[in-house]
């Protein structure tokens, strides 16, 4: 079977001029808020800075050495931590496909959110990104987060 066989009218490819990186791609960070709240999450939920942070430690590996050499000493200077307008957009869209809901000013996965969470932690999928959540688990807590940002 070709592929003609599967459309009734003629199609065409058209080349595009740049590569989209997938960070910018809404699905792709959608997929990296639904591993944020499950790996560093409390319950599958988190505060809206808390997916900051985490969505920031996960673009390079000195951002994580940045959040592990701070780990919330005071003497030390604050991570600058980047927010991205673009993580808004994407939580709206979640939500409104119900795959997160707001609670108590948190973001949490509804059961849909669980189960996309549960078969993305199975797959060889957001490898590195994984692991920078896992060695930042323990400093990603809110009340360093709001350590973070507030600087109390």
């Keep these: 079977m070709s592929i003609e066989e599967f459309f009734d009218f003629p199609f065409t490819f058209t080349k ?3 590569f989209t990186p ?3 791609r809404p699905l792709w960070k959608a997929s990296l808020i639904i ?3 499950g790996v560093v999450g409390r319950n599958n939920s988190a505060s809206l800075q808390k997916i900051h942070v985490a969505n920031w430690v996960v673009k390079s590996a000195e951002h994580l050495n940045s959040i592990l050499e701070w780990q919330g000493k005071e003497e030390r200077m ?3 931590v980047r927010l991205e307008p673009a993580i808004d957009h994407v939580l709206n ?3 409104s496909n119900k795959i997160l809901e707001k609670e108590n000013g948190s973001m949490c996965l509804t059961e849909l959110g669980v189960e996309i969470y549960q078969e993305l932690d199975q797959e060889n999928v957001f490898c590195d990104e994984k692991r920078f959540l896992l060695e930042s688990k323990k400093y990603l807590s ?3 987060v709001k ?6």
Excluded: H, Q, S
């Design 147 to 152: 350590r973070i940002f507030e600087g109390v």
């Design 35 to 37: 591993l944020i709240l």
């Design 93 to 95: 869209f979640m939500i």
């Design 16 to 18: 595009r001029k740049d």
């Design 142 to 144: 809110e009340a360093a």
């Design 22 to 24: 997938c960070d910018t």
């Design 78 to 80: 604050r991570p600058n």
